[in-house]
């Protein structure tokens, strides 16, 4: 079975613009949640999705946003690039069933942005 | 939320060496996994163990829920154990919000 995968693996953009990262699911799978890591806060919850439909979020402003489609597959996107969000974004995909023991979360290998 | 504690922040061991590193949760939690990072940033879930032991090779868990933490063990410790450790908890079914610790940088030289 295909793990997680995210796309593209790397970006550079600048402050001021906008950026759309992608991530696929383990098939079957049908919560997606999203993660920013840096090394000054670490991994941060962003936002999770299932069935098309986000079911939570972390403390993130507005220019944060998702969704996800009806093949489970996710986007994130952070619109007015600030240089703090230089970042590692990482999804993880599980079941989404609720049971505790089913949610088991399979990360993909991350989108590394860097905002100049 | 909650607040997740790791210990040592870093460990530098040499090949063969056991370890155990720590998580600390300041609330009941009803669903706590580790991971391992490696250098190109890869997480991999090493186990989900809300309570009780578990074993996979020369990895072992321990959490105790009543106290609020767990325990990663690592035995005959290889150069490709090296990289980050975390736990993350969830409290309640939240929807897979999870928070992670800090981590711990684990260092295997040979």
């Known amino acids: 079975k295909a793990g997680v995968t995210q796309t593209p693996r790397y970006l550079i953009k600048t402050r001021g613009q906008q950026v759309t990262l992608s991530c696929s699911p383990i098939?079957?799978?049908?919560?997606v949640s999203w993660y920013q890591q840096t090394p000054g806060q670490g991994l941060q919850f962003l936002f999770e999705?299932?069935?098309?439909?986000?079911?939570n979020k972390g403390n993130f402003p507005g220019r944060f946003s998702g969704r996800q489609f009806s093949n489970s597959r996710s986007e994130m996107n952070v619109s007015t690039l600030e240089l703090g969000d230089s970042a590692l974004y990482l999804c993880?995909?599980?079941?989404?069933?609720?049971?505790?023991?089913?949610?088991?979360?399979?990360f993909g290998p991350g989108t590394r942005l860097l905002v100049l | 939320g909650i607040q997740v504690e790791q210990s040592p922040p870093d460990l530098i061991l040499q090949e063969g060496a056991n370890s155990t590193l720590r998580c600390n949760f300041s609330?009941?939690?009803?669903?706590l996994q580790w991971f391992h990072q490696n250098p190109w940033g890869q997480l991999i879930n090493l186990f989900y163990?809300?309570?009780g032991t578990k074993q996979n090779g020369r990895l072992s868990a321990t959490t105790v829920a009543t106290e609020r933490y767990s325990l990663l063990y690592i035995s005959s410790s290889q150069t490709t154990d090296s990289g980050v450790y975390f736990c993350?908890?969830?409290?309640?079914?939240?929807?897979?919000?999870?928070?992670f610790g800090s981590g711990t940088k684990l260092n295997v030289k040979p």
């Open positions: 993880a995909s599980s079941l989404g069933t609720g049971t505790p023991s089913a949610e088991t979360q399979y």
């Open positions: 993350a908890v969830e409290r309640g079914y939240n929807f897979n919000k999870f928070y």
């Open positions: 609330d009941s939690v009803n669903n």
């Open positions: 999705y299932f069935s098309e439909t986000q079911r």
């Open positions: 163990i809300p309570s």
């Open positions: 098939s079957g799978h049908r919560s």
